[in-house]
């Protein structure tokens, strides 16, 4: 009995120990790793955006399910529609919104879900409510091309988008995909997108190997930014329903593919090059060397999210990406 005793308190005394290592090392990682400024706080808070800029008018917009911003440049030089949408953390990535109506473009700033007459999660959102952007466009811009801009989740959401809607002229996306993906929403798996009321095929995340798995949960344990790059490679390879989620290229204008061949987050290099790849040169790839899941001079890291990239090649991937986007928007909308 005493024996026993003494290996329970032994027991308890390493799982005591193993406690506090794992605490330690979470706190540790904590500060290792903090969210750049940029990407702090609630992307979804409309309030975060600030109506008064410069040289435009920014108006709020709401409807059934539509909602964002307008922004209409003081002087309009450039004939058509420019929307654009951010990616799975809900914002409405105003501030490249900003940039281009700053050029003379008419721009759509949207959120996709997240606001009160919208899904509050990413999981199953209507691909309809592009109705409303259309009903808005003949009413307000009914003239010239018609260009979506989307990344990350926003870019799938883009690409689903002109598989249905053939009046989408253009397309530009950062960090793409191939396949619809399984929503975010952890209590129940479904599609991250519904059409006409029907879900769309997906790829489940739950099809990932084991090791993938095991690495998502390991970061989630210890506080490290997870790397989920092998865990949606590793699905869309085993998934039988993969075929069918993969999502058409219908377009009959242009699209431009942006990238990091060091994203952490998903194969968006895969995608892109496979998607530059249709119809070259109306389909264009354009992937960074060192460059990872998101534009921009900040680290490889955001949210407990590993992106990847280091700041110097994600800062030139973010200039070079602009200029290249400036000159095809210009050539497309002149």
């Known amino acids: 009995m005493k024996r026993l ?21 979470r706190l540790v990682n904590g500060l290792r790793y903090p969210t750049p400024e940029s990407l702090t706080g609630d992307l979804k808070d409309a309030s975060r955006y600030s109506l008064s800029q410069p040289g435009m008018t920014v108006e709020r917009l709401t409807g059934d399910y539509l909602n964002g911003f307008h922004l ?13 949408w951010g990616g799975s953390d809900g914002g409405p990535d105003y501030s490249r919104a900003v940039r281009l109506a700053g050029q003379g473009y008419e721009v759509l700033s949207l959120f996709f879900f997240g606001q009160a007459n919208q899904k509050p999660l990413l999981s199953e959102v209507p691909l309809d409510f592009f109705d409303e952007v259309l009903a808005w466009r003949a009413q ?5 091309p018609l260009t979506v801009l989307g990344t990350s989740k926003g870019a799938e959401l883009a690409l689903a988008l002109q598989a249905r809607y053939p009046e989408i002229d253009n ?23 519904t059409f006409r009321g029907e ?5 489940s995340t739950q099809r990932a190997a084991p090791s993938a798995t095991a690495a998502m949960f390991a970061a989630m344990l210890f506080n490290y930014p997870m790397p989920l790059r092998e865990l949606y490679a590793t699905a869309a390879a085993s998934d039988p329903n993969a075929a069918e989620a993969r ?17 952490a987050m998903w194969p968006g290099d895969v995608a892109a090059n496979a998607l530059g790849a249709v119809d070259p040169p109306r389909t264009e790839a354009h992937v960074y060397p060192g460059a990872g899941h998101l534009f921009g001079d900040h680290e490889g890291w955001a949210n407990g999210l590993a992106l ?23 050539a497309w909308h002149a």
């Open 5 to 25: 005793g003494r290996f329970l308190l032994r027991a308890l005394a390493v799982v005591v120990v193993l406690v506090v290592l794992v605490f330690a090392v």
């Open 72 to 84: 209409h440049p003081d002087a309009v030089t450039h004939r058509g529609l420019v929307v654009l």
């Open 140 to 144: 307000h811009v009914p003239d010239g």
């Open 171 to 193: 397309v530009v996306v950062y960090t793409p995909t191939e396949y619809v993906w399984q929503g975010l929403d952890l209590s129940r798996p479904a599609s991250s997108w």
């Open 199 to 203: 879900p769309l095929p997906y790829v």
């Open 247 to 263: 999502i058409p290229l219908e377009l009959t204008g242009h699209l431009l593919a942006f990238a990091g061949d060091d994203d």
């Open 308 to 330: 990847g990239g280091a700041p110097a090649a994600n800062a030139t991937a973010g200039t070079d990406s602009d200029a290249i986007l400036d000159a095809a928007l210009a």
